[in-house]
């Protein structure tokens, strides 16, 4: 069994949506559940975030950012290529309610694991604002869908070239005494994470993380992924990825990501968090 | 044909093993297996029982007494036969059983002098075990199988037998469950595990990877379109020590270091899964079992400058077989035992540097009639590691079961199940690690044999 790569598109500089036949997870797949992929016969198995699923059709889609080996391999791929392996939909699915008003925060390609998030609480009759933050504007990722489910969409750069010059965390800042939130969601790299639950600390606004440790197996079999939440040791693949961000020990969980940062420099070179 | 004199006389055959030396620096098979020559004269030493206790003490009753005179008469291929009527997968058996808690245990030869080597000679005849052919008629019945682990093969086999039509559905991308992520290459080649499967490849189970029931389909998916299921998923759940710093870089559970290195291949050089470099390094493992010996061994043939396992208890208690920790020292492996960790310690990077140990004794036996490990009060010692692999256990993954309310859980998330294998709900069964807990291989082909007549009894009535 195998899974073909039905289409692919370009999104940003290194970074490729890619559209793929899974059945099986298509199906029964939901807002931010994972899958874990191998690229090649020797490969490591990754995890990556479904963005869109049609069960009808019998596939899902993935969006990568090339960071290294595998991913870039990845990005090598096109239609009529195959992953030789493709397991899920793993993880628990996002918690959907109707909150009131969402702050959906998305940084780099975290706003592709957060954009199923949006539409899912939006179908819930929620107001979504999408904030997606970039380093600087070519890498902006999916704000035309965004605003298709966001009432307000902030756009934010590190450089200034779009939208607000500055971060995410800035912007959220300035919502939250400008408009009551109810709720926030906050996917990208750890440092963007830990701000976005800095910043919603005070008021105590519930603040859901999808964390991004190293994955093995993702069914809970290896303990690889386990994070501190909260004092207690939870595995991600199967009790995440999503997490209250204010009980997160981001410490360790940045600390546990940079495990293989010698393998990866001699080896090869590769981040392991492929959706950082 | 030996008298019985001269059979008491004759010493154990030797099992041939790579030497220590040279089997340290690769993932080879360790034990080289009888030649022909060997079997036979080992077979011959067998005092041939009446009576005999081995096979009472089989979990899966093979005619042992049986195979051997078949044996020692040179007649491999009968003896073959013998085997496989009770076992489904003796090459495998052969290799991993506790022989010495079990049927060699109990041989009359070895109250005295040296048991028969029986494990050794299940693994030879394995080999004269004719290939399988598809069932002759079809039942037209569709029976789903979820986990590829030894029960979940057993399970596939019988009812395949049986003219079923059988498909075996696994999480991993790879098939065999602990066979091939947890037990090493150099104990169980996995050339040995794949024949096994290629077997009922031929008889026509259905294989499909990458599918984890619970998370895609669910179980009452699978009873539409499947008349019965057998739930052989395991205990794959690992236990951590819960003690300061297991979140160190440099900490692994045992399934997960044995998962890199077994069912990744990290100790390949163009594997794409990494594994920390411990090359001239301190390793610590935790755990007296075989999955501590298995990542003990596995370091030293990764290079570690050393391997120390720490057990809680003494030597007498090590659940480990006993093959398995000879085979352990001889390639270097210190056993710390009557120790038990503390706390991890871990420089600013979050690396691991040591451990702390708490000295222990032997107290009063618990419920299990094991003496219990009491810590000696103030005794205790920091060692460097850089490597801490903890090895005290499995518990089952509550993945299928969370997300199949319905079905009756005990107290340790194991499922209850009556003496045929069958759960609370109708027309679902379920063996091995699942429902014992972390057990054997054989517990768990048998119970897989045991469930397969039930369903098939459920299929088409006694
Ligand atoms: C390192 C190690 C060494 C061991 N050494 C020995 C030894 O020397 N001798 C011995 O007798 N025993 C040994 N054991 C124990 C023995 O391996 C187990 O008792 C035995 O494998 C249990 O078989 P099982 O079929 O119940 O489960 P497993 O072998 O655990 O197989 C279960 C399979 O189910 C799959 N699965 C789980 N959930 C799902 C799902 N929801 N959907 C689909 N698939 C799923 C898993 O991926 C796995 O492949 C060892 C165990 C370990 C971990
Ligand atoms: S990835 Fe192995 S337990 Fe989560």
């Known amino acids: 069994?195998?899974?073909?790569?039905?289409?692919?598109?370009?999104?940003?500089?290194?970074?490729?949506?890619?559209?793929?036949?899974?059945?099986?997870v298509a199906r029964s797949h939901r807002a931010g559940q994972f899958v874990i992929v191998r690229v090649e016969?020797?490969?490591?198995?990754?995890?990556l975030t479904v963005s869109d699923a049609d069960a009808d059709a019998g596939w899902i889609e993935l969006i990568v950012q090339a960071v290294g080996h595998t991913t870039s391999v990845m990005a090598g791929l096109g239609a009529g290529d195959e992953l030789p392996d493709v397991v899920g939909p793993l993880g628990r699915p996002t918690d959907v309610e109707a909150y009131?008003?969402?702050?959906?925060?998305?940084?780099?390609?975290?706003?592709?694991?957060?954009?199923?998030?949006?539409?899912?609480?939006?179908?819930?009759?929620?107001?979504v604002v999408a904030i997606i933050g970039a380093r600087t504007k070519e890498l902006v990722i999916l704000e035309d869908e965004m605003r298709q489910v966001a009432g307000q969409v902030i756009v934010t750069t590190d450089d200034g070239t779009k939208g607000r010059h500055g971060f995410v965390t800035d912007a959220l800042a300035d919502l939250i005494t400008e408009r009551t939130i109810d709720r926030v969601i906050a996917v990208g790299p750890i440092p963007m994470m830990r701000g976005v639950a800095e910043v919603t600390r005070p008021q105590a606004i519930p603040t859901v993380v999808s964390l991004n440790p190293?994955?093995?197996?993702?069914?809970?079999?290896?303990?690889?992924?386990?994070?501190?939440v909260g004092g207690e040791t939870r595995f991600a693949c199967v009790d995440g990825p999503e997490f209250d961000g204010h009980q997160v020990d981001f410490d360790i969980l940045d600390l546990r990501n940079r495990a293989y940062l010698e393998f990866e420099a001699c080896h090869r070179q590769e981040p392991s968090d492929a959706h950082a | 044909m030996?008298?019985?004199?001269?059979?008491?006389?004759?010493?154990?055959?030797?099992?041939?093993?790579?030497?220590?030396?040279?089997?340290?620096?690769?993932?080879?098979?360790?034990?080289?297996?009888?030649?022909?020559?060997?079997?036979?004269?080992?077979?011959?030493?067998?005092?041939?029982?009446?009576?005999?206790?081995?096979?009472?003490?089989?979990?899966?009753?093979?005619?042992?007494?049986?195979?051997?005179?078949?044996?020692a008469e040179g007649r491999f291929a009968e003896a073959a036969e013998i085997v496989a009527a009770d076992n489904s997968l003796p090459s495998i058996c052969g290799r991993?059983?506790?022989?010495?808690?079990?049927?060699?245990?109990?041989?009359?030869?070895?109250?005295?002098?040296?048991?028969?080597?029986?494990?050794?000679?299940?693994?030879?005849?394995?080999?004269?075990?004719?290939?399988?052919?598809?069932?002759?008629?079809?039942?037209?019945?569709?029976?789903?199988?979820?986990?590829?682990?030894?029960?979940?093969?057993?399970?596939?086999?019988?009812?395949?037998?049986?003219?079923?039509?059988?498909?075996?559905?696994?999480?991993?991308?790879?098939?065999?469950?602990?066979?091939?992520?947890?037990?090493?290459?150099?104990?169980?080649?996995?050339?040995?595990?794949?024949?096994?499967?290629?077997?009922?490849?031929?008889?026509?189970?259905?294989?499909?990877?990458?599918?984890?029931?619970?998370?895609?389909?669910?179980?009452?998916?699978?009873?539409?379109?499947?008349?019965a299921v057998f739930i052989g998923v395991g205990a794959g759940l690992?236990?951590?020590?819960?003690?300061?710093?297991?979140?160190?870089?440099?900490?692994?559970?045992?399934?997960?270091?044995?998962?890199?290195?077994?069912?990744?291949?990290?100790?390949?050089?163009?594997?794409?899964?990494?594994?920390?470099?411990?090359?001239?390094?301190?390793?610590?493992?935790?755990?007296?079992?075989?999955?501590?010996?298995?990542?003990?061994?596995?370091?030293?043939?990764?290079?570690?400058?050393?391997?120390?396992?720490?057990?809680?208890?003494?030597?007498?208690?090590?659940?480990?077989?006993?093959?398995?920790?000879e085979h352990a020292k001889e390639e270097g492996v210190v056993f710390e035992l009557l120790t038990s960790p503390l706390e991890l310690r871990g420089n600013d990077e979050g690396k691991l540097t040591s451990v702390v140990l708490q000295r222990m004794e032997l107290?009063?036996?618990?419920?299990?009639?094991?003496?219990?490990?009491?810590?000696?009060?103030?005794?205790?010692?920091?060692?460097d590691v850089s490597l801490a692999i903890v090895a005290i256990g499995n518990a089952p993954n509550p993945l299928l079961t969370n997300a199949s309310p319905d079905l009756e859980v005990g107290r340790r998330g194991t499922l209850v199940v009556d003496d045929g294998g069958a759960t609370n709900k109708t027309g679902v069964y379920a063996g091995g690690d699942i429902v014992t807990g972390g057990a054997t291989v054989i517990l768990a082909m048998g119970a897989g044999r045991r469930a397969a007549a039930a369903i098939n009894e459920y299929l088409v009535g006694a």
């Open chain 1, 1 to 24: 069994m195998s899974f073909a790569i039905l289409a692919t598109e370009p999104l940003a500089p290194q970074v490729t949506r890619f559209r793929v036949s899974a059945p099986r």
């Open chain 1, 41 to 47: 016969a020797n490969g490591e198995r990754i995890p």
């Open chain 1, 100 to 127: 009131g008003t969402v702050a959906v925060v998305g940084g780099g390609v975290g706003t592709a694991i957060a954009y199923p998030a949006a539409v899912a609480l939006a179908a819930e009759g929620n107001d």
């Open chain 1, 214 to 228: 190293i994955m093995v197996d993702g069914t809970g079999m290896c303990g690889g992924c386990r994070v501190l």
């Open chain 2, 2 to 71: 030996p008298t019985r004199k001269e059979r008491l006389a004759m010493s154990r055959t030797a099992m041939p093993t790579r030497p220590a030396d040279e089997r340290r620096n690769d993932f080879e098979e360790v034990a080289l297996g009888f030649d022909a020559g060997a079997v036979v004269t080992e077979a011959s030493r067998c005092l041939l029982c009446r009576r005999p206790p081995c096979v009472d003490e089989c979990p899966v009753g093979v005619q042992i007494v049986d195979l051997i005179e078949h044996v």
């Open chain 2, 96 to 227: 991993v059983c506790p022989q010495e808690r079990q049927c060699e245990g109990a041989c009359v030869m070895g109250r005295k002098r040296d048991p028969i080597a029986i494990g050794a000679i299940e693994r030879f005849v394995a080999d004269y075990i004719p290939p399988a052919a598809p069932a002759a008629e079809t039942t037209g019945h569709k029976v789903a199988i979820v986990g590829s682990g030894p029960a979940g093969l057993a399970c596939a086999g019988d009812l395949a037998r049986a003219g079923h039509d059988v498909t075996v559905f696994e999480a991993l991308h790879e098939l065999g469950g602990v066979l091939v992520y947890g037990i090493p290459e150099f104990r169980l080649p996995k050339s040995v595990v794949a024949d096994e499967i290629g077997r009922l490849e031929a008889q026509g189970v259905a294989f499909e990877t990458d599918v984890v029931i619970g998370a895609s389909d669910s179980l009452d998916d699978l009873l539409v379109t499947h008349d």
């Open chain 2, 238 to 325: 690992p236990r951590f020590l819960n003690v300061p710093g297991e979140h160190l870089i440099g900490v692994f559970s045992a399934n997960e270091f044995l998962t890199r290195l077994n069912l990744m291949k990290a100790y390949e050089p163009d594997s794409e899964t990494p594994i920390i470099d411990i090359g001239g390094l301190p390793v610590a493992v935790f755990g007296g079992g075989n999955t501590a010996m298995d990542a003990a061994r596995s370091a030293v043939r990764l290079g570690a400058g050393s391997v120390t396992v720490f057990y809680r208890r003494s030597d007498e208690e090590l659940p480990a077989r006993r093959e398995e920790i």
């Open chain 2, 363 to 383: 107290g009063e036996p618990d419920e299990s009639g094991r003496r219990s490990p009491v810590p000696l009060e103030g005794d205790t010692f920091e060692t």
